[in-house]
């Protein structure tokens, strides 16, 4: 039996954007963020993000920005194998016309 994987995020901080109000740090649920001594919020407690949202709607600078640690780009960003067009196999691949033309020899002058 496996027990299931916390889902972790990252929490992005622009440094030359944050003001250091501090209004991320003060409502985040989990209290993640803190002000640090340069004055800007920084993510000490990052493994304890929910992604919740509420720092990135609130910072009035847009300065912050919470996405998935694994790297996978967001569902909207691209097509999905069911919707993506297949390889250009439909265009007669077979023939051996079509396969001089895919050569991989460099085609001269
Ligand atoms: S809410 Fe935005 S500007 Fe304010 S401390 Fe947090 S990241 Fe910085
Ligand atoms: S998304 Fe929510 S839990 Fe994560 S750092 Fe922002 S306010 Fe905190």
């Not at 501090?22 to 304890?48: M, N, T, Y």
């Not at 194998?81 to 439909?90: L, M, N, Q, R, V």
């Amino acid at each position: 039996m496996t027990a299931k994987r916390k889902q972790l995020y990252n929490v992005v901080i622009y440094p030359d954007w944050c003001k250091g109000c501090g209004i991320c740090a003060a409502f985040c649920p989990k209290k993640v963020l803190r002000i640090d001594h340069q004055g800007k919020a920084r993510a000490d407690r990052e493994d304890e993000c929910v992604n919740c949202g509420f720092c990135e709607l609130h910072c009035p600078d847009f300065a912050i920005v919470v996405r998935p640690r694994n790297g996978l780009a967001s569902s909207m960003s691209g097509p999905t194998p069911e919707t993506a067009d297949p390889p250009s196999a439909a265009s007669g691949a077979a023939s051996p016309l079509s396969a001089a033309s895919q050569s991989p020899e460099p085609k001269r002058a």
